[in-house]
């Protein structure tokens, strides 16, 4: 790894995302991270461990505008490059059924706006910032890779996860998308990371339970008594080296699993 890579992560501070900064902090010691949070705490925490000279912390909500230009401007003016983006950020809740009399549509859209339309608005704002078209760039030029947290909820139903599932179809359609229009200008792929130790499963297990089918529960339930859930440092090694190495052919602009 001769080259230097700065790599910007959503949702840095906690679980997967803060497995996929320390990943790339003791893998590769000539990248960068950007990390992208709410918790100032959390992401004091990653400074202090890794040092100012190679994690830039930026706190705010990603849905706010003002927080995604302090996410490009400060890494583009810290290292001088953006080389790839890990959107990680997002929210699981409402989980409830369409039948159920007060369907918190409200919280639906605020879990699209976080999950997807964060994304949406991110990557426009990056390409615009680095002249990324089709009529600007040509493939030779640029070296960036797009990676977006998914879920296998997002190709079949699951009960109660309406919102979050169809949150994350539209993240692999963008996918598409990116592919279409800016293939091999950019490359980008969605990957569902498993079942992963993450507060997203705690929450499951303690305060959705009346909230979902007993089968279902109790999938998850069983998974963490039989100690079967994924660690999250060894799901992020899989986004971590797609996001630096960069994205095979085979699967750019694809949904995929990340132990396929």
């Not at 230009?69 to 990680?88: H, M, Q, R």
């Not at 296998?152 to 109660?160: H, L, N, P, V, W």
């Not at 959705?208 to 998974?223: F, G, N, S, T």
């Not at 079967?228 to 899989?238: E, F, G, H, R, T």
Request: glycine share 8%; with cysteine; aromatic share 8%.
């Amino acid at each position: 790894m001769s080259k230097k890579y700065n790599i910007i992560i959503t949702g840095a501070s906690k679980g997967l995302g803060r497995a996929m900064v320390e990943t790339i902090m003791l893998k590769y010691p000539k990248a960068n991270v950007t990390a992208v949070a709410r918790s100032q705490a959390d992401l004091n925490d990653l400074v202090t461990k890794f040092g100012s000279s190679r994690v830039l912390a930026i706190c705010g909500d990603i849905t706010v505008k003002s927080t995604m230009e302090d996410a490009i401007n400060g890494t583009l003016n810290k290292w001088g490059s953006i080389d790839g983006v890990i959107f990680n950020a997002g929210l699981l809740s409402p989980v409830q059924h369409l039948h159920d009399q007060n369907y918190d549509i409200e919280g639906a859209k605020r879990l699209f706006d976080v999950n997807y339309f964060s994304i949406v608005q991110f990557t426009n704002m990056l390409f615009n910032k680095l002249g990324i078209s089709p009529r600007e760039m040509k493939g030779e030029d640029a070296n960036l890779n797009i990676i977006i947290v998914s879920t296998g909820s997002s190709t079949r139903a699951c009960d109660g996860f309406l919102a979050y599932g169809s949150s994350k179809a539209a993240v692999n359609l963008l996918c598409a998308h990116i592919h279409q229009e800016l293939y091999p200008i950019v490359r980008s792929v969605s990957v569902a990371p498993g079942v992963v130790d993450t507060n997203m499963q705690i929450d499951i297990r303690n305060q959705y339970k009346d909230a979902i089918i007993p089968e279902v529960y109790q999938k998850y339930v069983d998974l963490y008594n039989s100690g079967k859930l994924l660690n999250p440092m060894d799901v992020a090694v899989v986004y971590c080296k797609l996001v630096i190495d960069g994205i095979p052919d085979e699967v750019d602009g694809k949904y995929v699993r990340w132990n396929e």
